[in-house]
């Protein structure tokens, strides 16, 4: 699996856009960018994923750059609900074994 | 579907105890894994597996064995346990669809180590 290099920490205020961005240069071809994100200590929940082409689903917004070794997932309109910390994972075909790494606590302020 | 399910939610051994924390799901997923998350960090992958009677190590496996007799469950066995072994323990599965899946986590268990 691909290693990721992600800000330890974000804030970002109620209602504006919250941009994470996260260094994947090892990437190989055929794995995909998944984002995911944990709420206090609740088990991780998966958000969107990418392999090449930009993503939005209902969560969110992932923008993969035209090499792949980095991205960005948005959120639009961040509410306090969205405080979290926010994995990056690069993975093949058997996201089974992915790493996580420390992740991006982000902390979104009224 | 109850999705993936972990027992027990809390608990408390005496180092040298030993111990299987439970994991099933309910959504025919090929892939399970588990994955150990001590305060502040990261999940680090213990052992994961592609498969019934298929297994293999992830980054920390050290101190602990799993079996995966069926599709539906993967238990995780601390052989001795150790308090470096207090950790909040995660067990995820997923499917292989073209390459890619996501993984669907537990709500844990909390294991503390006297």
């Known amino acids: 699996d691909a290693k990721t290099t992600q800000p330890t920490s974000m804030d970002c205020a109620e209602g504006r856009a919250a941009n994470l961005p996260c260094n994947h240069s090892?990437?190989?071809?055929?794995?995909?960018v998944y984002w995911y994100r944990q709420i206090h200590s609740q088990g991780p929940q998966y958000i969107i994923h990418?392999?090449?082409n930009n993503e939005t689903n209902e969560m969110a917004s992932l923008i993969i750059t035209e090499d792949r070794k980095s991205s960005t997932l948005i959120l639009p309109h961040a509410t306090l609900r969205d405080t979290a910390v926010y994995y990056c994972?690069?993975?093949?075909?058997?996201?089974?074994?992915?790493?996580f790494g420390d992740g991006t606590t982000l902390t979104v302020k009224p | 579907n109850a999705g993936v399910t972990q027992t027990p939610k809390f608990q408390v051994l005496k180092t040298g105890q030993s111990m299987t924390l439970q994991c099933a799901q309910d959504?025919?997923?090929?892939?399970m894994s588990w994955y150990r998350q001590d305060p502040g960090m990261g999940l680090r992958l213990i052992h994961y597996?592609?498969?019934?009677?298929?297994?293999d190590q992830g980054e920390v496996p050290n101190g602990y064995n799993v079996s995966r007799s069926t599709t539906e469950d993967f238990p995780l066995r601390l052989l001795s346990a150790a308090p470096s072994q207090t950790s909040v323990y995660f067990c995820?599965?997923?499917?292989?669809?073209?390459?890619?899946?996501?993984?669907?986590f537990g709500p844990g268990t909390r294991l503390t180590v006297l």
């Open positions: 995820a599965s997923s499917y292989s669809t073209g390459g890619y899946n996501e993984q669907f």
């Open positions: 090892t990437i190989s071809g055929n794995e995909y």
């Open positions: 990418g392999l090449k």
């Open positions: 994972i690069g993975a093949g075909a058997n996201a089974g074994k992915s790493t």
């Open positions: 959504m025919n997923h090929e892939y």
């Open positions: 597996s592609v498969g019934a009677g298929i297994t």
